[in-house]
């Protein structure tokens, strides 16, 4: 696709976005499996509902553009989630496999942040005012997200050390 204006940028980064968390709805449940902290599950299932939420927020944008999210496969999030996938293979104490899946859970997390800042940057200037109460209330979820997952590590680190 030709990128001659800030709405095709726009539109390419929701692409990105709705490709990143269709991978994220795809990915938890292993991660909800693989965690041992009744926290840490309850923390990965709340998202999980939460991400099918944002994806119907991110379609609803769409329609408003009158745009298809299809078409586009978020290289970032498959990497990241790539390396989730393969922390979970390792044969880890449950306490440090915890402290793994935060750590993994937080990168996700500052991409979608870092990605929903822009987007909501991109629809003020471009005048979407309904795309960024969406986008705020997405982006409001994943910092929220990321200092659930802040608050669980400081604990499951600890955890995790005293398993040595």
């Not at 609803?60 to 790539?82: D, H």
């Not at 390792?90 to 987007?119: F, K, T």
Request: charged content about 35%; hydrophobic content about 35%; proline content about 2%.
């Amino acid at each position: 696709m030709e990128m001659s204006s800030l709405r095709d940028l726009f539109v390419e980064e929701l692409k990105d976005l709705y490709s990143a968390e269709n991978q994220i709805i795809k990915a938890l449940p292993k991660m909800i499996k693989t965690a041992s902290s009744r926290e840490l599950k309850a923390g990965f299932e709340q998202h999980l509902q939460e991400t099918k939420g944002q994806v119907q927020r991110l379609e609803k944008i769409f329609e408003g553009l009158e745009e298809s999210p299809r078409g586009k496969k978020c290289k970032g999030m498959e990497g990241l989630l790539a390396d989730g996938k393969e922390l979970m293979e390792e044969d880890a104490e449950p306490e440090v496999m915890d402290a793994g899946l935060i750590s993994a859970a937080q990168h996700v997390e500052h991409y979608e942040i870092a990605g929903y800042g822009c987007v909501r940057t991109y629809a003020e200037l471009l005048g979407e005012k309904e795309a960024v109460r969406l986008l705020e209330q997405t982006l409001n979820e994943e910092k929220a997200t990321d200092q659930k997952l802040t608050q669980l590590a400081q604990k499951i680190n600890i955890e995790a050390e005293e398993a040595a």
